[in-house]
């Protein structure tokens, strides 16, 4: 390399490094101030986070309508395979792989060695090359253009996830298409206490509960289509246009 030109590259730009900052920081610190004068003059919030309805005043639930499609024709939940539907360049979701591995797989190893997992998702290509995953039954699909068609041929999905923020779109998507997504508490963030209180078969609490849980869908195909029937029912009467239509009709029936 060019000394020179390194050198350009490290002390002559950094004005113009410095005032992209700058800017990029000016405009991030404008949109929170004309969010918060938002806020302030509205006489309503909608948040889709249930448990943050409570932090504010003036706020109304008003949950992710999750995506559309009828339930699976078929399904496989006899088969060994789990899905897990994430985006592998986001951190949240390699922490939850790696929570997967590190603390619910060796459980597994002990009760049904066979057990594997199929991450649906984009992808670095360095974590085809990490051993830790293959020795954990992990596989990498990429991205997939028919999910609904990974969804059928997997036993159930699952969603270790252990930080992030929002909703997790891709537990509702699996309940709506009537597959039972075993989750932490933390990944059915926003309506925790609706699921806690009427689908607790496919909440995880701790690493064993997560992987009795699992094993509880693949040793009992009836179980598993019962429950993947009451996920589809919680996803309409919860996530449907239908629902969230309802209750936009109330909020502004409120104001």
Request: glycine residues 6%; aromatic residues 10%; proline residues 6%.
């Amino acid at each position: 390399d060019d000394p020179v030109e390194a050198y350009k590259s490290l002390f002559l730009d950094r004005p113009l490094r410095l005032a992209q900052r700058v800017q990029r920081s000016y405009a991030l610190t404008s949109y929170r101030v004309r969010a918060n004068e938002a806020v302030a003059a509205a006489r309503q919030i909608w948040l889709a986070n249930n448990e943050s309805v409570p932090k504010w005043s003036r706020a109304v639930y008003m949950p992710n309508v999750s995506p559309e499609g009828p339930p699976l024709a078929y399904r496989t939940p006899e088969t060994s395979r789990f899905i897990f539907v994430a985006n592998m360049e986001y951190g949240a979701n390699i922490d939850a792989l790696n929570y997967y591995c590190d603390h619910i797989y060796p459980i597994l190893r002990k009760r049904a060695a066979d057990t594997s997992l199929l991450v649906c998702g984009w992808h670095s290509p360095e974590l085809l090359q990490n051993e830790r995953y293959r020795d954990c039954n992990v596989s990498f699909a990429g991205y997939v253009s028919d999910i609904r068609q990974a969804y059928a041929e997997c036993c159930a999905a699952v969603a270790p996830i252990v930080n992030g923020s929002g909703t997790s779109i891709k537990v509702m998507e699996a309940m709506s298409l009537g597959v039972p997504c075993i989750s932490t508490p933390l990944g059915f963030r926003g309506y925790q206490s609706e699921i806690a209180g009427e689908l607790p078969q496919v909440v995880g609490a701790d690493p064993r509960d997560f992987a009795d849980k699992m094993l509880s869908l693949r040793g009992n195909v009836e179980t598993n289509l019962s429950i993947g029937r009451a996920c589809t029912d919680f996803a309409r009467r919860h996530w449907s246009t239908t629902a969230l239509a309802a209750r936009v009709a109330q909020a502004l029936e409120d104001l």
